[in-house]
Structures are given as C-alpha cells and as structure tokens.
C-alpha cells in the first residue's frame, strides 16, 4: 500500500509587499509606501481566473504595517475582506499576516480556516542579526502569537525557518517550545521546515544548511513534535527529489501549497504537480491534495466556515 503524502493546492494572494520589518534574509518586502496594496477588484479578477483549476486554499501572505501607523486598521480591514471574499467564491482562506493584535486575531478568525505565524528561531541572538531591524521577530512575542491562538481555539500553523546562523541547540530549543505550546492547547496542525535558500533580493550574508544538516533537523522535528502535529516541507526548497524522498522516510507527511509562484522565494519554481506525483508514486507514496485545516479542527469552526468547508469535500 502506498503511502500517503499531502499538499495543498493553493494560490498566493498578497495584500502587500510593504513591510516595517527588515529581515535581511527577505526576497519579499519593500519599504513602507513603496508598494501599493491588492484591491478588491483586481482580487476578484484573479479568483475569478481561477475557478474550477482545483485551487482550494487561498494563502494570504503579507508585509507588515507598524501596529501604531493609522494605516493598521484599513491593513486588517483589507486582509478580512480578502479573506471573505476568497470564501464567497468557494476558497478557503488562510492568512499569514505577520505578529497579530489579539482582537486581529479574533477578527481574522471568523473568515480564515486556519492561522498561520512561523516563529523562526527563539534564539534571542538573531536579533543582533538577521532580525536586528525585525521588531516582530522577537522570539517572545512570536510564541505569545501562539499561545494567544491556542486560547481562541485557531487551527495554526507555524514552523521554523533553518539556516540563519542558529546552532543545533537553538533548533532543538525552537521545536521543544513548539511542542510544549501544542501541549496546553493542542491547537498546532502542522509545523513547516523552512530551509532558508538565497535570492536575488535578499542581502543575508550567511549560508544555507546542507542536505545533511537538513535531513538532521528532520528527524529531530519527528522525535520532538507529537504524531498529531503533521511536518511540512516545501518541495521546490529541497535540491532534488532524492532529498525529497529522504525527507518523506524521515517522518516529512506534507509538502504544503504547491502553487503557480512562490512568493516568498520567487526563484524557486515548484516542479509540476503531475511530475512530482509520478516521481514519488513511484517511490511508493501516493500524492493526495488537502484542505488548509485538518480534520481534527473541524468543530472549531464556525458553523459559517464548516459549511464552506463541506461544500468543498464532498
Ligand atoms: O502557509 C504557509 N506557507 C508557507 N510557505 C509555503 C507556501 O504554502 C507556498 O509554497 C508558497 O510559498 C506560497 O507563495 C512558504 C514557502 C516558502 O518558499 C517560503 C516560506 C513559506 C512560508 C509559509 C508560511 O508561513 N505559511
Ligand atoms: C513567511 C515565512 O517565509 C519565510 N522566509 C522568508 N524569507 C525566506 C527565505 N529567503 N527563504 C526561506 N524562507 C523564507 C519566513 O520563515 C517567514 O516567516
Ligand atoms: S520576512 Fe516577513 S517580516 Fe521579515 S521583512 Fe519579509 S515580509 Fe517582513
């Protein structure tokens, strides 16, 4: 029997690519203003181009305005009504705006089938560097982010981001900080291993982890993380498929949005869905598509979301 490997098949919507953040390592940001926001219209205009492909998730993915620039509230406004509309047109939305107000929170609950917020490294040392101008990459404020989902009851997901100059000990403190979170509120559906790879916008100095290095934090995602909390890696992150398939035989369940660009690395194109299907069926694992909120959550949700929710499945 072969074995089973998700993804989502998902399209990228981004509000804006302004951000307040610098993280050096970005290909993704401009600075403030310099990037004008999504509207609603050229919103609808790409959902409508993409009816009936099979897309199923809408990642919200965002820059982030200073929580004091009175542009905030229109910010949030604007990511809610996205989110809505993605909904009214039969997706199913799930946001990664960046560090959250506790009542932003709340409020993208109510059309967002699940929450999503890496947290990096908790390795207070980044901030020296790469997050030296990234005042939302604070570790402390990034788990606080996790535990305020955890009380609001989101299906969320996070994960690490690898290779910025943290050592062995701090991915091991990252993930134990992880797990011990899911442990009070069991609210953490998946956790992304995020190789950093390097782009052409991006000015961090540091080098990616080797294949080894990954395959390493792989198997210690496993041993730490509880069997409920699936692992994700995004395939066109990876070199090749041989590492692809090691990565599945070291506990890898999902390889996350598949989607026509990637718009956090830009100069990594996914490898076409039929290929990488074939690729791994015939390594014995079977390549099945998924919703943005795993079964277990579904009676988290509000009846409104669940009935969008079993109107895609069945
Ligand atoms: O749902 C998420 N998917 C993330 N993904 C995966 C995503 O589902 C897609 O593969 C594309 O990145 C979307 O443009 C990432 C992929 C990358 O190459 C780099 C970073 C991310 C980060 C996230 C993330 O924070 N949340
Ligand atoms: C949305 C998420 O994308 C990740 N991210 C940002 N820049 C890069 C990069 N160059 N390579 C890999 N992942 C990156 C961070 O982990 C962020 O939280
Ligand atoms: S990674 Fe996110 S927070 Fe950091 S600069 Fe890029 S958009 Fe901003």
Redesign the pocket.
């Known amino acids: 029997m072969a074995k089973i490997i998700t993804y989502s098949p998902a399209y990228t919507l981004v509000p804006t690519?302004e951000?307040?953040?610098?993280?050096s390592?970005?290909?993704?940001?401009t600075n403030p203003f310099q990037s004008p926001w999504l509207e609603l219209e050229t919103a609808k205009q790409i959902l409508t181009s993409l009816e009936h492909q099979g897309i199923i998730e809408i990642l919200i993915l965002?820059?982030?305005i200073h929580p004091l620039s009175p542009r905030r509230k229109l910010w949030i406004e604007r990511i809610y009504d996205l989110a809505k509309l993605a909904l009214s047109m039969g997706f199913l939305p799930h946001t990664n705006a960046?560090v959250l107000s506790y009542e932003e929170m709340a409020l993208l609950k109510e059309v967002n089938v699940s929450l999503g917020l890496m947290v990096e490294q908790v390795s207070p040392k980044l901030l020296d560097d790469v997050?030296k101008h990234?005042p939302?990459?604070i570790p402390q404020l990034r788990l606080q982010q996790l535990q305020w989902a955890g009380e609001l009851k989101i299906p969320f997901t996070t994960g690490i981001l690898m290779g910025l100059g943290e050592s062995k000990q701090d991915r091991k403190d990252s993930l134990d900080a992880i797990a011990l979170l899911h442990g009070q509120y069991g609210h953490i559906q998946e956790v992304i291993l995020q190789p950093y790879q390097p782009g052409k916008k991006d000015i961090f100095q540091g080098k990616p982890l080797n294949d080894e290095e990954i395959l390493e934090v792989i198997a210690l995602a496993r041993e730490i993380l509880p069997k409920d909390i699936a692992l994700q890696i995004p395939p066109n992150l990876l070199k090749n498929s041989q590492l692809i398939l090691k990565s599945l035989e070291l506990g890898v369940t999902d390889l996350g949005g598949i989607v026509p660009k990637d718009e956090?690395n830009p100069d990594y194109h996914h490898q076409k869905i039929d290929l990488l299907r074939q690729e791994l069926l015939q390594q014995g694992y079977q390549l099945k598509p998924r919703l943005p909120v795993y079964p277990q959550y579904y009676s988290w949700l509000s009846d409104s979301l669940q009935s969008s929710l079993y109107q895609k499945i069945s």
Do not use: P
Not at 19 to 23: L, Y
Not at 25 to 29: H, T, V
């Open positions: 690519y951000c307040f953040n610098r993280c390592y970005c290909n993704f940001r965002s820059g982030e960046g997050h990234a939302t990459k956090v």
